[in-house]
Every structure is written in C-alpha cells, then in structure tokens.
C-alpha cells in the first residue's frame, strides 16, 4: 500500500520555530519528526510514500533523499500554488495506484495501521477515517458515528454548540483512489470542509476507527512541548540513543557533563553538548547537538534545538529555544515562550506567558532587577 504525508501546511501555529523549519521537520526529540511517521509506515510494511510539499520544500528533498536511508521510496511533489489538503492529495493521484493512505505530516501517534486498514477492507466504505477522543473538539474535526460505525457528519472545527461526541479526525485516512474524481485538478480543495461533507451528502459510505492509540498533534507550542515530556515519560515507543548515564537520562557521544552538574530524568543531552558545574538540568529536558550551558544555569522543561547557550544561573522551564539561541547570564524564560533561531537575549530579562521572540532578534539586557 501507498501512503500520501500532507507537508505543505506553513504551521503558522508553531512561529517562530516553522519560520526556518517547516513543521514536520522541527525537530522532535532531536529527529525530523516525519522521521516518526516514515517509521510508522515503514513498520507496517507501506514503504512507497508520497511527500506533498509546497512551504520550503527543498528542505524535505535535501535531507531525505529517495527516501533509501530510511529503507522506503519517497516521492517529492510539490505544488505551484498550496492546494488545501485534498488538492495536495489530488496533485499527485498519477502517483496512487490502488487503495492508499493519508497522513496529515503533524501528527505523532503509535496506532497500529495493519488493524485501520484491515477495519476498511472489511467495512467496504470508500474511505475509514482514525478517529481519537480529545477534551476539546473545537479546534479539530468533529466526527460523529452511527451504531456501525459509520460516519453521519463531519463538522470542521466546531463551535461548541455543534460538538455532539469527544471524536475527532486524527488526521489519517484510508481512501480508495476513485474517489479523486470528485475533486478537481488545480485547485484549492479541502478533505475538512469538501470532500468529506460532500461525500456524506451524496451517501457515499465512510466510517470511523476509534482507537485508544497514542496521538498528539504537534502544531502548537503546548502540544510541541508535551509530545517531548509524552516520549520522554515512554508513552510512546522509542529507540532512546545513547548512553543512559543517570535513570532515564541518557547522554550522546562527545558531551562535557560537569561531575558537580545535577541532571535528573527523563531527560535526553544530545551529542556534543557541554554541562557545567552547578547547572541544574531536570525533568523533561531535550538538549539538541552542541548545546552549552553554563554554571547555576536551572532548566526544566525546556526543548532546546541544536547549539543554543544558556548563561550562568538562567532559568528556562516549559519553553522551546530554536537552533543557535543565545541566552545571556541570569536570565528567566518560561510558560510556553518560544524563541526563533539566532535570537539573542541579553542578561536579566525575563520572559513568559507565551511570548514568541522572531528569528535573529536582539533582545538587549534588561534594566528591570528580580
Ligand atoms: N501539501 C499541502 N498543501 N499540505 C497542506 C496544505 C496545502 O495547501 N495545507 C495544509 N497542509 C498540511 C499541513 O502541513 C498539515 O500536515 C496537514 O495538512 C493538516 O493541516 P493543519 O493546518 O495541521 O490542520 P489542523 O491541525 O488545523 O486540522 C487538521 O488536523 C486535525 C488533526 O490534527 C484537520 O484534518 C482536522 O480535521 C483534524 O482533526
Ligand atoms: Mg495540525
């Protein structure tokens, strides 16, 4: 079987992280995160994938390749103009042979493939939806079952006044390829809010897989940060690399950890990275390749991408730093700040409640004392 992964979306959501790396290339516990989804479906034996690209898509090409590294063929498509999540589907149908699958290219999840197509085949609809439960269907689609399991209506993004289940689309489908004809070509066409209404309109058969899997979208700060702490506190299967220095801690080649430096876990330090004394690096931390930091430096929390340095007694808890950061001397970053690579922040400012800091900025030292 083929699969299609939608990677074209700009992630505005997650800026300024996706304002240099487009979002299913953000790192996620210092891989590409399609590295997670290319997995999936190599694990279930679908090793013919279709990446629809249209935001920075030569950065897919260049790091994958044919795909042969990770032991699949991937196809690059990219679209002229961004065509909405079916055109993208749609602009590559001469690439689709049989019965296939879609992915939307955001979505971390461990379920298990061979049973949602197994499900399709023997429902016979025209396309299965995998469906998860959340606690707040409104920034999803909303999909509602009948006692078969078939699908009754597909609401995007509903107000709360529509939400009659916690079922939503997890965003993976299992669609059969003649259902492309009612799409047109060139076009900007939605699965949310046209091919699947439209379908249910003109009864065309489709149904839902509820399934109890490990799922995250990643495409918001929030959601960013905890699918780290979700792998970190094994909620999802992974292949930690490394050595396991301390419980659950583990260390990759090449990294300087101070013997007087306090690292608890979970907690991953990537390759090269330099630990000082009396830095305090704690629960629920990802440190990309080469990052420094500095004595009585306090982290919790924090996802750093490759290079970032942190200065002497900073603090930083729940807050994501992209590549190459540089963080000044007893400075204080929390509650789901994101900063954009290359950002400068001079000593003792303190920043929190979400701010995002744009790539390359320069925030000078603060004259506010705390
Ligand atoms: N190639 C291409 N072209 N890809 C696109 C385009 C496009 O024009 N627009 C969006 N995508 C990709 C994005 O890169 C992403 O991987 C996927 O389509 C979904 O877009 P999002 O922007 O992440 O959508 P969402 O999270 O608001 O909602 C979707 O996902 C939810 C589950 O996470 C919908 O499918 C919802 O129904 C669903 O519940
Ligand atoms: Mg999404």
Redesign the pocket.
């Given at each position: 079987m083929q699969a299609v992964?939608?990677?074209?979306?700009?992630?505005?959501?997650l800026r300024p992280l996706t304002l240099t790396v487009?979002?299913?290339m953000l790192p996620l516990m210092n891989r590409p995160f399609l590295e997670f989804q290319i997995e999936l479906c190599r694990r279930h034996g679908i090793k013919e994938i279709v990446l629809?690209?249209?935001?920075k898509p030569e950065v897919f090409s260049s790091y994958f390749g044919d795909g042969g590294g990770l032991g699949v063929k991937l196809t690059c498509v990219t679209?002229d103009?961004?065509?909405?999540?079916c055109?993208?589907v749609k602009?590559v149908e001469r690439h689709i042979t049989d019965t296939f699958l879609v992915?939307?290219?955001?979505?971390l999840t461990d379920i298990d493939l061979a049973s949602l197509i197994d499900f399709h085949r023997a429902k016979g609809g025209k396309a299965t939806l995998y469906l998860t439960r959340v606690e707040d269907?409104t920034?999803?689609?909303?999909?509602p079952l009948d006692r078969t399991g078939r699908i009754t209506e597909?609401l995007?993004?509903p107000s709360w006044d529509q939400v009659v289940t916690d079922l939503?689309?997890?965003?993976t489908y299992v669609l059969e390829p003649e259902l492309l004809e009612r799409v047109p070509e060139g076009e900007?066409f939605s699965?949310?809010r046209q091919l699947f209404p439209g379908m249910l309109e003109d009864g065309i058969p489709m149904y839902g897989f509820p399934s109890e899997a490990y799922w995250m979208?990643i495409?918001t700060p929030a959601k960013y940060l905890q699918a780290h702490y979700d792998i970190l506190r094994r909620m999802m299967p992974f292949d930690f690399r490394g050595e396991m220095i301390r419980p659950s801690v583990w260390a990759e080649e090449g990294s300087e950890i101070s013997p007087d430096a306090a690292i608890f876990g979970p907690t991953v330090i990537g390759p090269g990275c330099r630990i000082a004394a009396h830095a305090t690096v704690s629960s629920n931390c990802v440190l990309g390749p080469g990052c420094e930091i500095d004595e009585g430096a306090h982290l919790e929390g924090a996802v750093l991408h490759a290079e970032c340095r942190v200065g002497a007694e900073s603090v930083l808890r729940r807050c994501a730093l992209a590549a190459g950061v540089r963080v000044g001397e007893r400075v204080h970053i929390s509650e789901q700040a994101v900063l954009g690579g290359g950002v400068v922040v001079e000593e003792e400012n303190d920043l929190k409640c979400g701010i995002k800091v744009w790539p390359r900025a320069n925030i000078p030292a603060s004259t506010l004392h705390f």
């Open positions: 992964i939608l990677v074209g979306g700009q992630g505005t959501r487009p979002k299913p629809s690209t249209a935001y679209e103009e961004p065509l909405d999540t055109g993208a602009n992915f939307n290219g955001d979505v269907p920034a999803y689609g909303l999909v597909f995007e993004k939503i689309n997890a965003g900007c699965f949310e979208d495409g």
